[in-house]
């Protein structure tokens, strides 16, 4: 086995952290990001975990708790957009990356420390430095010889100034303490199993022959303990898995049951989604639309195309039809979203002979839209959007400090 250098970039609080880059007047603050139903909290600034706000606390319960907090709904078009610069800028790296989660990446940095002349130490500390300076996103970065021990190397870089580096000749000493259960790829099954062993500490598992994990785990378990070992044995190939459905949904500052206002949210969204998906070079044949109630029932359409696309220009006459035979006048609705599924990569199919002169003309002025907005900055153009300002301004997303 070839050995290889292993790097994990980690955002820390990246909800939270994104929302605090945008909006600098909260640093030092605590802030906690909910839910896309703003249901419970999903993300917390280090001064929010301070105060003792939990991951899932549900929100109704949070602001009576944790008074003086800053409470935002979940804006996931932006977490998305900022992951992606961070994902885009690790390429200055590696050209082998794959990106794990939405702020989360491996790289392969085998050799970095001789092309940029440093120690693999400081090329961790580098790398974090060089995306809070640029990026403006605090990350952790930890480096170490194989995938999994890469995610151990990040998780103690949090507690070691954000960067750190497990050495080979270091590994025994460095899992000592680690308790199974948080080695990344062992689940309450396999941790209950390797229990039973005797097997309680990371360090434990190197201990065993490799005809014990054979027998007793397979390929996988053979792969764990070769990752742990060192041995990188978990492919890093640096392709990126396209999405098998796209959707964008997002709650309300304010429940509404205004219809220019909706159907603006929806374009919103739609715009978001087609743009993702031209992104991965997809087109979608089959558009959804969700409409959620202030008591949380759900209103849902779909409709299969004639064709596929990835043209918001195309779409959003189906759209304005879905959205419009599940609007009710009387009610109240809280939230919105729109899906596309039933996705073709336009890689791999067959080109028409006789393309639709129509949706080839909308795909090129929505490329162009895609242009403007890299070059000048999100909604600085939107085809066909009423009420945008409106709508930006009531997405002013602070909801406010729970003070009484």
Known sequence: MKNKTIALVDGNNFFAGCEILMNPSLRGKPVCVLSNNDGCVIARSNEAKKLGIKMGLPYFMAK?????????????????????????FLNKYSDKIDVYSIDEAFLDVTGCDKLFGVSYKELAAQIKEDIASNLGLDVSVGIANSKILAKIATHKAKTKAG????????IKEELQNIPIEEVWGIGRNISRSLRKFGIFYAHEILLKDDNFYKTNYGKKGLELKYELEGKSVIPLTGEIEKPKSIQRTRAFPEFSSDKEYIKTELNMHLRNVCKKLRENNLETSLVSVMLRTKDFRIFFKDKKLEFSTNSEIMLSETIYELFESIYKENITFRASGVWASSLIDIEKTQLKLFGDYENIKCNRISEILDKLEDK???GIISPGLLGIKSVA????????????
């Open 64 to 88: 009576r708790e944790f008074k003086g907090v800053v409470y935002l709904s979940a804006n996931f078009t932006l977490y998305h957009e900022l992951s992606q610069r961070m994902m885009k």
């Open 163 to 170: 960067a750190y580096v497990i050495e080979r000749h270091l």
């Open 376 to 378: 000048y900055g999100k």
């Open 393 to 404: 301004q009531r997405h002013k997303r602070i909801m406010g400090f729970v003070s009484k």
